[in-house]
């Protein structure tokens, strides 16, 4: 079915070139440069199958970590939707390497939780990957 007036994503912003996120917190700013977390992301959305796939069989034989099933999630979009990422944080008043590892083990920490929720609505949200379609429309 097409739904009238739906714009879809601009692959390319979506999967090629991503878009620039930009995070202030009280700790550092966090920049992070990401592709879309959805279905047009086929890498992120076979691992993400995998991921919740493993958790279901680690919850049915009692296995459950919440500390390391949020660090797979953290470590999936990492890996799957993150293409650069910078932050003016410090740990241990020494420049955080942009790592997936520090990625994940930043995100991880109280400080930055919350900086990963939004990340994680801002690059699951279609119009974030659309402005250049949008851009182009408003001119014609």
């Excluded at 979506?14 to 920049?31: C, N, Q």
């Excluded at 992120?44 to 949020?70: C, M, N, S, Y």
Aim: net charge negative; charged share 25%.
């Amino acid at each position: 079915m097409q739904i009238d007036g739906f714009v879809p994503v601009d692959r390319a912003i979506a999967l090629e070139e991503g878009v620039t996120f930009h995070y202030p917190t009280p700790y550092g700013d966090v920049t992070i440069i990401s592709k879309i977390a959805g279905d047009d992301n086929e890498e992120f959305t076979q691992a993400f199958a995998k991921v919740w796939q493993r958790h279901q069989r680690e919850a049915k034989l009692g296995q459950i970590d919440p500390a390391k099933q949020f660090a797979d999630i953290v470590r999936l979009y990492a890996t799957t939707v993150v293409l650069r990422w910078s932050t003016t944080a410090k740990s241990g008043g020494k420049a955080i390497e942009t790592t997936d590892d520090n990625f994940v083990a930043m995100m991880e920490t109280p400080a930055f939780r919350r900086v990963f929720a939004l990340f994680q609505e801002d690059c699951g949200d279609l119009a974030n990957f659309r402005k250049a379609q949008e851009d182009e429309a408003a001119k014609n």
